[in-house]
């Protein structure tokens, strides 16, 4: 793929306002809250529905992970980024409810997990997994919908809140917040592992 048409991580940050760890760097843009419409008025193309099936299961894996924090023991800084981070993944959801209420989505059964990870490395590379999954399938969603309008914008924002979420993954674990240039979209069927086991 082109230069021109992979969205490059730093722009996700931008549009976040990325920062320092803490509550305010983690606010999603309001845009991302969709609108309420009449249910119905604007069914989702066969595909996009399927894409946005699978966001929601996306974020589905997450809210799992950040909950599943709440049970172990974590350091202090990674305790307080898991809650933060469960907020806006909450809140993403909610924008994802909107879209299938108002838009015909059937979304799938969630997944039951039971995850092994009980310390700070083992839980920062579960959710450095999950949290890389999400923007790389929250931008391969984004660059092939059909009727982007009206949805675009929410995912958009959605993802720039979560490559935020990755970046800071990676600070916390001592790590580089950005690995490479651009995020090329990656196909959902490369991403589906990752939800049907987070910890590989």
């Known amino acids: 793929m082109s ?9 996700l940050l931008r549009a976040a306002g990325a920062g320092a760890v803490g509550a305010g760097a983690l606010a999603l843009p309001g845009s991302a809250v ?9 069914p989702l193309t066969p595909g996009d529905r399927e894409a946005v099936k699978f966001l929601i299961s996306l974020e589905d894996v997450q809210l799992a992970v950040y909950r599943h924090a709440a049970t172990i023991s974590l350091s202090v800084p990674v305790a307080r980024f898991a809650a933060q981070a469960l907020a806006r993944e909450t809140a993403h959801r909610a924008a994802l409810a909107v879209i299938e209420r108002t838009r015909d989505v059937v979304p799938n059964r969630p997944n039951l997990y039971v995850f092994n990870a009980n310390d700070d490395a083992t839980f920062l590379a579960l ?7 999400a923007v790389s399938g ?3 969603v984004i660059v092939l ?31 580089d917040p950005v690995t490479h240039s651009f995020d090329d979209p990656i196909k959902r069927a490369d991403i589906l592992p990752v939800i049907a086991s ?3």
């Not at 021109?4 to 730093?10: L, S, V, Y």
Request: proline share 5%.
């Open 3 to 11: 230069d021109a048409g992979r969205i490059t991580r730093a722009q």
């Open 34 to 42: 969709a609108r309420p419409a009449r249910k119905g008025t604007n």
């Open 127 to 133: 959710a450095s997994r999950v949290e890389e999954a």
């Open 138 to 140: 929250y931008n391969g």
């Open 145 to 175: 919908l059909e009727q982007p309008a009206g949805l675009a914008n929410v995912l958009a924002a959605i993802a720039a809140d979560e490559a935020m979420h990755a970046g800071a993954v990676r600070v916390l674990a001592g790590l």
């Open 198 to 200: 987070p910890e590989g």
